[in-house]
């Protein structure tokens, strides 16, 4: 017999949320073949079988959140069920029963409270809820009789509502219920990991401009030679070479140890909006690759995140983060630290301003408002300021990168 | 495997009928689920016939006994007293073999089909049953493992020794020990400590491996100081090295806080480790999954590694108790028969029949630190208490752990007369998710030690009736009760 775990797909992983199985109880499966979908932190992962076999029982129900370890199925291995067994046992002499215990069978009681009554919880589990997905009355947390009953009711409501197309009028002498979207998935990822780096570390923003003028009118020039290379992978060049020049940006600070760990890779993170929410693909190694690999490759992971197609590997060890959200608008932002990274930093709408030259004339310039958060346990206001005035002077004189460049 | 036999068909099996086994039972008696409980020795298992219930035999004897000094100041004078080990033993079968027949008579009554002998698993769904010449192959369709946990011998505790003993034996002692020496560090090594005690032994604990005892540092502060008071010498991190009989008792040599020392007792007790009954049951040829200790592991079904097959209690991981298993034995039913139960331990709680006995439930104040929670504490002298003077037991207090935050109440830990019959309202408010208010509001019998819980509650916020306010005289406030 197979037993198919929850295993740590991406580094850190700690639970995952079981969102669909590909297979059903009784199907045959070769080895590898996707059985589960599973969401973790930030994506949608597939979970493979160990081996063949036979779908035996299927354990965790789907909707669940489960912890790293847990079984989800069982596969029957293939052919007789004997020579597995003998298989495992032969296997797994050390666990005979050793004459004298080597470890203390002290009881470590896990504190995994749920604040309800024993009948309130028994009434979601008849009814297979997860209490703890049953949002509580009480500020305090304690889930109620009420509460489940309304969890009950309100995903009945939502599924009648879809059905009715019509409004009858005395629907509309009644009070109205408000809508009610799952709070799961990425949505619910998000809400958690933006929570603890809001908790954990002391935001700081400060806002600039940058003269975009010069920047805007080599790339012009770049694509009369019909070379097409993006403003942002401009920015993520010469944001390295502020890194490089301020690495306690480019930084993990290490409470428990007391040090803070300045990263020697300079990888990347991209916030990309997709349907499901927030995902931030990673540019690992920009330091080593050029503005039009680095170009290329935020075009091909944008896509990717939209059509949900990024695999684990490209969404992690990320040491920066960067939000382009001029696209879409906004002068300003207090964006969120993506923890446990030190800084971030947001790129704004770029306008058209009147500009006063050094020789005191008004002339029409382009200009992009930014905002950079970071942890102020780490790094104070004034290298904050130099920093961005580092990246700024590289956008607003893009010959400099030029002298960067190994 | 024994080929072409005949084997008889079950619905439910259970193995071992112990607390959790017949409990298990009964359970699918009432539910309509027709069971057989393969038995080897005794129904009512180590719980029944050796460890639990014999063991509050003796808690109970020394409690009555440590009441004489207070019933003199009643005025009741019963002359001298003395105690006769033989008539408590007498008393104890008695218990224990009435108790026994109760349980039978119960499961005759629920028409539960009892089997005596050894079973083994021949298959995922066989098992084979031997008693002398006999052997029977039976079919079911749902096995329960109950088989339950034995002592192991300590590391340097000698085994052919009739001084040393284990916590099955101790309860069978034919003499009361002279100089009784007890190696371990739970609440059966305290409990057989302040039983002998109080019986008239003299006691030496030998703390094994931990600094201290492993209650809310109050509670193991006030029980120091209660064993200190009694006499009782606890050495802490201890180890025994070697244990030799002489003609008169035991001499122990050990090594306590890195130093080595001797001690001469004339028995020595020794709780050790517990290991699971599994040795004859083959598990591993079925892929029943063990932890390294070999204690079968469970899902939240208590379904074992084959899904065709459950364990419970002892056998299985986590803690070795009777009321898990009992818990364990009914959900396992349940489930079988397509309810949906569950078993939490989170509020599983600590009881201690010392003298005066302990209970504590949910978190030490130590553990909610741990947990970075904002808390209230306070801790409610017994002395302070009405009823407490009355009956004479003023040692001890009860403290009362809360989340400042949401006034939702983490912990309650009590050393003191009344503690194990308090203990279940403790329970009861941790399982409630109970508040500040839920605790204070209700009506208290007076007097009772039942007030005493009432005001840890309400000296949380300082409005304990019966606790001089701080500041005034803080010295001398409740805490002057403990002292």
């Known amino acids: ?108 009681s896990s504190f995994n409270r749920v604040l309800a009554t024993p009948y309130t919880r028994k009434i979601a589990r008849d009814h297979h809820i997860n209490i703890e997905d049953v949002t509580p009355s009480d500020p305090s947390g304690r889930v109620t009789e009420e509460d489940v009953y309304r969890f009950m009711k309100g995903e009945q409501l939502a599924e009648k509502e879809a059905v009715s197309t019509m409004v009858e009028p005395e629907f509309l002498a009644k009070p109205i219920s408000p809508d009610e979207i799952p709070f799961r998935g990425i949505r619910k990822q998000i809400a958690k990991k933006m929570t603890k780096s809001l908790f954990t570390i002391p935001h700081v923003t400060h806002f600039d401009e940058v003269n975009m003028t010069n920047l805007l009118k080599l790339r012009e020039e770049l694509k009369k030679e019909g070379v097409h290379v993006s403003v ?79 695999v684990a590997a490209e969404i992690q060890n990320s040491t920066f983060t960067v939000s382009n959200v001029g696209p879409l608008g906004s002068t300003g932002a207090t964006p969120i630290i993506n923890y446990p990274e030190t800084a971030l930093i947001a790129f704004h709408k770029t306008k058209k301003v009147p500009i006063v030259t050094e020789n005191d004339e008004i002339v029409i310039g382009h200009v992009m408002t930014l905002s950079m958060s970071f942890d102020h346990r780490v790094a104070d206001g004034a290298t904050a300021v130099a920093f961005t005035n580092r990246f700024a002077s590289l956008i607003e004189q893009p010959n400099k990168l030029m002298l960067e460049m190994i | ?202 006691v030496t604990i030998l703390l094994e491996d931990t600094d201290d005892f492993i ?74 999954e063990q932890n390294v200790n070999g204690f079968i592991k469970i899902d939240r079904n208590m379904r074992t590694t084959v899904p065709s097959i459950y364990a419970i209690g002892d056998v299985t991981e986590g803690p070795l108790l009777a009321v898990k298993a009992i818990k364990q034995g009914k959900a396992a039913v349940e489930s079988i028969a397509g309810g949906n139960p569950e078993v939490d331990l989170a509020f599983l709680p600590t009881i201690v029949h010392s003298i005066p006995p302990i209970a504590s439930v949910g978190l030490t104040e130590q553990q909610a630190q741990n947990l970075g929670i904002d808390l209230r504490v306070n801790q409610f002298a017994l002395g302070s208490n009405g009823y407490a003077m009355i009956t004479g037991n003023k040692d001890g207090f009860i403290k009362v752990v809360t989340d400042a935050s949401n006034d939702i109440i983490l912990g309650i830990h009590m050393i003191g007369e009344g503690a194990v019959e308090l203990s279940s ?51 001398e406030s409740s805490l002057s009760f403990i002292r």
């Not at chain 2, 009861?428 to 005001?455: G, I, R, T, V, W």
């Not at chain 2, 509650?457 to 300082?462: A, D, K, T």
């Open chain 2, 215 to 288: 209650f809310d540092s109050s509670i193991t502060k006030e029980l120091n100081r209660l064993l200190k008071k009694k006499k009782i010498k606890v050495y802490k991190e201890a180890k025994i090295l070697s244990a030799e009989e002489t003609e008169a008792g035991i001499d122990v040599r050990f090594r306590t806080q890195g130093k080595e020392e001797d001690v001469s007792g004339t028995h020595l007790f020794a709780a050790g480790n517990r290991k699971p009954n599994v040795e004859d049951l083959g598990l591993q040829r079925f892929g029943i």
């Open chain 1, 232 to 310: 942002p992978a401009f920015f993520m060049k010469a944001l390295v070479f502020a890194l490089k020049d301020f690495p306690v940006f480019n930084a993990e600070l290490d409470e428990e140890n007391d040090r803070i760990l300045l990263k020697k890779e300079y990888h990347l993170g991209m916030a990309v909006d997709t349907k499901e929410g927030l995902i931030v693909p990673v540019i690992h190694h920009a330091d080593k690759k050029s503005i039009q690999q680095i170009h290329d490759e935020m075009k091909c992971l944008n896509e990717k995140a939209k059509d949900g197609k990024l």
């Open chain 2, 1 to 202: 495997m024994v080929v072409g036999d005949i084997s008889q068909e079950r619905d439910l099996v259970i193995i071992g009928g112990g607390p959790g086994g017949y409990s298990a039972a009964i359970r699918a008696a009432q539910l309509g689920v027709s069971v057989t409980l393969i038995e080897q020795e005794k129904l009512g298992g180590v719980c029944l016939n050796r460890g639990c219930i014999p063991s509050k035999v003796f808690t109970y004897a020394a409690k009555k006994q440590s009441e004489t000094g207070h019933m003199k100041e009643l005025g009741l004078f019963v002359g001298e007293t003395s105690f006769n080990l033989n008539k408590l033993l007498s008393y104890k079968s008695k218990v224990t073999d009435q108790l026994r027949s109760g349980v039978e008579t119960l499961c005759k009554a629920n028409k539960v089909e009892i089997i005596k002998g050894k079973a083994g698993l021949i298959g995922e769904d066989r098992i084979g049953v031997e008693n002398g010449h006999q052997f029977d192959i039976y079919t079911f369709k749902q096995a329960i493992i109950a088989t339950g946990s034995s002592p192991v011998l300590p590391e340097g505790c000698p085994k052919n020794n009739k001084r040393m003993l284990l916590s099955q034996e101790i309860f069978d002692l034919q003499e009361l020990p002279e100089h009784l020496i007890v190696y371990g560090h739970d609440y059966i090594s305290l409990e057989v400590a302040s039983s002998f005690h109080a019986l008239g032994a003299q």
């Open chain 2, 425 to 475: 309202t403790f329970v009861q408010l941790l399982e409630m998710a109970a508040k500040e208010e839920d605790a204070k509001f209700p009506a208290f019998a007076h007097p009772s030690m039942n007030e005493a819980l009432l005001e840890s509650v309400e000296g949380l916020i300082g409005q304990a009736i019966h606790t001089v306010p701080k500041g005034k005289r803080q010295k």
């Open chain 1, 1 to 108: 017999m197979l037993e198919v775990k929850l295993h740590d797909i991406g580094e850190g992983m700690t639970e995952g949320e079981i969102i669909h199985y590909l297979v059903k109880p009784g199907d045959r499966v070769i080895a590898d073949q996707p059985l589960v979908e599973v969401q973790t932190d930030k994506m949608v992962a597939e979970l493979p079988s160990p081996g063949a076999g036979t779908i035996k029982e299927i354990i965790i129900s789907t909707g669940t959140t489960v912890a790293v370890g847990t079984t989800l199925l069982y596969i029957e291995g293939e052919g007789s069920l004997e020579p597995v067994s003998e298989g495992k046992a032969s296997e797994t002499p050390k666990e005979e029963v050793p004459v004298l215990l080597k470890e203390k069978n002290e009881f470590v």
